[in-house]
DNA sequence: GGTCCAACATTTTTT
DNA sequence: ATGTTGGACC
């Protein structure tokens, strides 16, 4: 493919930031305005005119994001020796590789959520605090965002004022010890530990430099300090460092993420080109305009003017729903009447805020037999079998890894009980040594039982094998011998959960896959435990499987399907209770909202439920906030009812107003059990819900608490 | 060491 | 309402 072929069929400002040569370069890429295309096509035209495929690094987020951007890469006839991967899975490749020159261990294990939790538990013990008043996951968050922040350990203890975080300062402090005496990073450190390495040892920094001349950075805006330190050192001396994003899609700094990365890129690099991509080339103009309607309402952002040329498509559809029961049920029929009229099932995705709605929509899926994937690709890895079976594999690649050692040391049950356990790591921590070395002569602790050292023989034989297995054989190899070995088999096949020994055998069957991408022999345990150890939810979407997609809005980012569906736009769902207590944000909801929506391409429908359950009971709702705020034309308002089993909907076509669509409104009539009838004057949303002041026809204006008030909407005719 | 029951919280979003 | 965890009991 000749150069100028790539150029083709591309805009004017998506041809600049394609032959754009050195020099750092920032593209602020409206959601669909070909962003990806861009980047691929701008690798592959680098790649043929002034450098070569394995000079270029391409950064995402997920690994499915990496995943695509090689493969559309390759179409484009790239050459061999490109580079996209996630910060996490780069960092960590690259501690491994270089991690010696700062005093890692390139076996180190990767700490998941529960393994960190495990350290957490250890390490409040170790800093003499209690568990009750400083929660493990409590710590875990505010460690993190220290150190998404690139506040270390040592750092926090001297600033840290009051007694509160005193104590915090300890207990991290100990995290860290107990990570290092284990040779373990959690996520956080693996970004934290390179960004350190780039700072400190120029040497290797010059090294990366060299060999990786093109940076990219995709969704910059979600970018925390340490990231950004990274992505910096890495262009440090060829300031070739090519970032996109977009600040109206935001979503993450709940995790750290700093969108003064994006704000401030020209000032950190005063020679960037900036180039703008505003036509989008995914949605309807009605959906442009119904999402742009909604993000206009955020303070703090920087205008930007989304146009789109495609041709009109249906409204924007808000639909009422009298419960969750009815929405879930809208929503199937929907779709069964998309795919009657000849549309796929993968065409359509389903949002929501929070994962505990999934659970509503998957019954109406199943029920009216629509097949749907769901973006839960990390739940099978927290599998307690997998999870077992994976600590074994741990164990053996790093015997440092005691939060795996415990896991397995008795399961299956090989009579080492608790004492035994405690005795163990006791007289570990007494002679300085980690406990695996001495399970190589259990008869030497104190006081184990006679069974529990013939236990502790087995399991080191066992992990003997293992090693065995996997210094010879192939990844799958290794696996297949941990299940087939290790007791774990017949542990789950008697158990009444008969999926266990399935996800045993998925497992074998990844590991296998995973071999075949490695057919050189350049795969290794190690390695491949390290892909695991990074897979997001996102990144088990098949885009072609032939099933509705259910994810989270947080996971869609990235994504378009042709027809969207929301659901549960209700206020302190969307946005979220949380955004409005302390350091809560309420326009990053707002973004949220925005992401979701501009993922459509033909269809965006919304819906949420008057009443709506949670936690076993049901609770009137109040629509949300951007609903309001969407346009006043070009919206279709549905209404579902809920008939004597039969889900039966009324459309009202852009016949009234859309504020209609609520019961809550400025001028809506109402009822009080005490106060009698009166008149919405004006809504607000504050902190503690809707908050609505009425005019009573009895007493005058009085301010009420939607969810607290029985207030009741009345209809015109019952009006006195 | 395993099983069963009761108490408990339910995590907004995740690499 | 439901799933998880910890403790009591076998």
Same mark, same amino acid.
């Given at each position: 493919?000749?150069?100028?072929?790539?150029?083709?069929?591309?805009?004017?400002?998506?041809?600049?930031?394609?032959?754009?040569?050195?020099?750092?370069?920032?593209?602020?890429?409206?959601?669909?305005?070909?962003?990806?295309?861009?980047?691929?096509?701008?690798?592959?035209?680098?790649?043929?005119?002034?450098?070569?495929?394995?000079?270029?690094?391409?950064?995402?987020?997920?690994?499915?994001?990496?995943?695509?951007?090689?493969?559309?890469?390759?179409?484009?006839?790239?050459?061999?020796?490109?580079?996209?991967?996630?910060?996490?899975?780069?960092?960590?490749?690259?501690?491994?590789?270089?991690?010696?020159?700062?005093?890692?261990?390139?076996?180190?294990?990767?700490?998941?959520?529960?393994?960190?939790?495990?350290?957490?538990?250890?390490?409040?013990?170790?800093?003499?605090?209690?568990?009750?008043?400083?929660?493990?996951?409590?710590?875990?968050?505010?460690?993190?965002?220290?150190?998404?922040?690139?506040?270390?350990?040592?750092?926090?203890?001297?600033?840290?004022?009051?007694?509160?975080?005193?104590?915090?300062?300890?207990?991290?402090?100990?995290?860290?010890?107990?990570?290092?005496?284990?040779?373990?990073?959690?996520?956080?450190? /693996?970004?934290?530990?390179?960004?350190?390495?780039?700072?400190?040892?120029?040497?290797?920094?010059?090294?990366?430099?060299?060999?990786?001349?093109?940076?990219?950075?995709?969704?910059?805006?979600?970018?925390?300090?340490?990231?950004?330190?990274?992505?910096?050192?890495?262009?440090?001396?060829?300031?070739?460092?090519?970032?996109?994003?977009?600040?109206?899609?935001?979503?993450?700094?709940?995790?750290?993420?700093?969108?003064?990365?994006?704000?401030?890129?020209?000032?950190?690099?005063?020679?960037?080109?900036?180039?703008?991509?505003?036509?989008?080339?995914?949605?309807?103009?009605?959906?442009?305009?119904?999402?742009?309607?909604?993000?206009?309402?955020?303070?703090?952002?920087?205008?930007?003017?989304?146009?789109?040329?495609?041709?009109?498509?249906?409204?924007?559809?808000?639909?009422?729903?009298?419960?969750?029961?009815?929405?879930?049920?809208?929503?199937?029929?929907?779709?069964?009447?998309?795919?009657?009229?000849?549309?796929?099932?993968?065409?359509?995705?389903?949002?929501?805020?929070?994962?505990?709605?999934?659970?509503?929509?998957?019954?109406?899926?199943?029920?009216?037999?629509?097949?749907?994937?769901?973006?839960?690709?990390?739940?099978?890895?927290?599998?307690?079998?997998?999870?077992?079976?994976?600590?074994?594999?741990?164990?053996?690649?790093?015997?440092?890894?005691?939060?795996?050692?415990?896991?397995?040391?008795?399961?299956?049950?090989?009579?080492?009980?608790?004492?035994?356990?405690?005795?163990?790591?006791?007289?570990?921590?007494?002679?300085?040594?980690?406990?695996?070395?001495?399970?190589?002569?259990?008869?030497?602790?104190?006081?184990?039982?006679?069974?529990?050292?013939?236990?502790?023989?087995?399991?080191?034989?066992?992990?003997?094998?293992?090693?065995?297995?996997?210094?010879?054989?192939?990844?799958?190899?290794?696996?297949?011998?941990?299940?087939?070995?290790?007791?774990?088999?017949?542990?789950?096949?008697?158990?009444?959960?008969?999926?266990?020994?399935?996800?045993?055998?998925?497992?074998?069957?990844?590991?296998?896959?995973?071999?075949?991408?490695?057919?050189?022999?350049?795969?290794?345990?190690?390695?491949?435990?390290?892909?695991?150890?990074?897979?997001?939810?996102?990144?088990?979407?098949?885009?072609?499987?032939?099933?509705?997609?259910?994810?989270?809005?947080?996971?869609?980012?990235? /994504?378009?399907?042709?027809?969207?569906?929301?659901?549960?736009?209700?206020?302190?769902?969307?946005?979220?209770?949380?955004?409005?207590?302390?350091?809560?944000?309420?326009?990053?909801?707002?973004?949220?909202?925005?992401?979701?929506?501009?993922?459509?391409?033909?269809?965006?429908?919304?819906?949420?439920?008057?009443?709506?359950?949670?936690?076993?009971?049901?609770?009137?709702?109040?629509?949300?906030?951007?609903?309001?705020?969407?346009?006043?034309?070009?919206?279709?308002?549905?209404?579902?009812?809920?008939?004597?089993?039969?889900?039966?909907?009324?459309?009202?076509?852009?016949?009234?107003?859309?504020?209609?669509?609520?019961?809550?409104?400025?001028?809506?009539?109402?009822?009080?059990?005490?106060?009698?009838?009166?008149?919405?004057?004006?809504?607000?949303?504050?902190?503690?819900?809707?908050?609505?002041?009425?005019?009573?026809?009895?007493?005058?204006?009085?301010?009420?608490?939607?969810?607290?008030?029985?207030?009741?909407?009345?209809?015109?005719?019952?009006?006195?």
């Amino acid at each position: 493919m000749e150069p100028d072929e790539l150029l083709e069929g591309l805009t004017e400002p998506q041809r600049e930031a394609v032959v754009h040569g050195d020099g750092p370069l920032l593209v602020l890429a409206g959601p669909g305005s070909g962003k990806t295309r861009v980047i691929t096509h701008r690798a592959a035209y680098l790649a043929r005119t002034i450098t070569h495929a394995r000079h270029i690094l391409a950064i995402t987020f997920t690994n499915k994001a990496a995943r695509e951007m090689a493969e559309r890469m390759e179409r484009l006839d790239v050459g061999p020796g490109l580079t996209c991967s996630t910060f996490h899975s780069f960092c960590a490749r690259s501690l491994r590789m270089y991690g010696d020159r700062a005093g890692i261990k390139p076996n180190f294990s990767i700490f998941d959520e529960a393994d960190q939790q495990q350290a957490m538990k250890a390490a409040i013990r170790q800093a003499e605090l209690s568990e009750e008043n400083f929660t493990p996951a409590r710590m875990l968050h505010k460690i993190s965002r220290l150190k998404n922040a690139m506040i270390l350990a040592e750092d926090f203890a001297q600033q840290a004022q009051g007694w509160e975080d005193r104590a915090v300062a300890r207990i991290y402090l100990a995290y860290q010890q107990v990570l290092k005496a284990q040779n373990a990073l959690d996520f956080d450190d /693996l970004l934290v530990e390179m960004a350190l390495l780039l700072g400190r040892d120029p040497e290797l920094r010059d090294h990366l430099n060299d060999r990786y001349r093109y940076v990219l950075v995709d969704e910059y805006q979600d970018t925390n300090h340490a990231q950004y330190l990274i992505a910096r050192g890495l262009a440090l001396n060829h300031e070739n460092l090519c970032v996109t994003g977009d600040p109206d899609q935001s979503i993450y700094a709940w995790r750290g993420a700093n969108l003064q990365n994006i704000l401030q890129f020209e000032e950190d690099f005063p020679k960037a080109k900036v180039i703008r991509l505003e036509e989008n080339f995914r949605s309807t103009p009605q959906i442009l305009d119904a999402a742009d309607a909604v993000i206009k309402h955020n303070r703090k952002r920087k205008r930007k003017a989304l146009f789109t040329c495609n041709p009109a498509g249906p409204p924007v559809r808000v639909a009422r729903c009298e419960d969750q029961h009815a929405e879930s049920a809208f929503v199937a029929r929907e779709i069964k009447k998309h795919v009657n009229a000849g549309g796929r099932y993968d065409d359509v995705a389903i949002f929501y805020r929070t994962n505990a709605l999934s659970r509503n929509i998957e019954a109406a899926l199943r029920n009216a037999t629509i097949p749907y994937q769901i973006a839960r690709g990390v739940a099978f890895f927290q599998r307690t079998e997998v999870k077992d079976v994976l600590a074994y594999l741990k164990v053996v690649a790093n015997p440092l890894d005691t939060v795996s050692l415990e896991r397995i040391i008795n399961t299956p049950a090989r009579k080492i009980g608790k004492t035994s356990v405690e005795r163990l790591f006791a007289c570990a921590r007494q002679r300085g040594r980690p406990p695996q070395a001495l399970l190589e002569r259990p008869e030497d602790i104190p006081d184990i039982p006679k069974a529990a050292v013939k236990g502790m023989k087995s399991l080191m034989s066992l992990l003997a094998g293992i090693a065995e297995a996997a210094e010879h054989g192939a990844v799958r190899d290794a696996v297949e011998y941990v299940v087939m070995n290790s007791g774990l088999l017949s542990h789950h096949h008697d158990s009444a959960d008969s999926s266990a020994v399935e996800n045993m055998n998925e497992l074998i069957s990844a590991a296998a896959q995973y071999d075949r991408q490695h057919p050189d022999g350049d795969g290794s345990l190690t390695d491949w435990l390290t892909q695991v150890a990074l897979v997001s939810d996102v990144d088990a979407i098949d885009p072609e499987v032939g099933a509705v997609t259910l994810m989270t809005l947080h996971a869609a980012k990235g /994504l378009e399907f042709n027809h969207v569906f929301m659901v549960g736009l209700e206020d302190g769902l969307l946005p979220h209770q949380r955004s409005r207590e302390e350091n809560g944000d309420i326009e990053e909801e707002r973004r949220l909202c925005f992401v979701g929506m501009t993922r459509a391409r033909r269809a965006l429908t919304m819906t949420y439920a008057k009443w709506r359950e949670s936690r076993g009971i049901s609770q009137r709702t109040t629509g949300s906030q951007f609903l309001h705020e969407l346009p006043r034309e070009g919206i279709e308002q549905i209404t579902v009812h809920d008939e004597e089993e039969e889900w039966r909907y009324d459309r009202e076509v852009d016949e009234a107003p859309l504020d209609d669509a609520y019961e809550w409104r400025e001028g809506q009539m109402v009822r009080h059990p005490d106060y009698g009838t009166g008149q919405i004057q004006a809504l607000e949303w504050t902190g503690r819900g809707t908050r609505a002041r009425v005019r009573f026809k009895a007493i005058g204006d009085m301010t009420i608490y939607l969810q607290y008030s029985n207030l009741e909407p009345l209809e015109f005719e019952e009006m006195d």
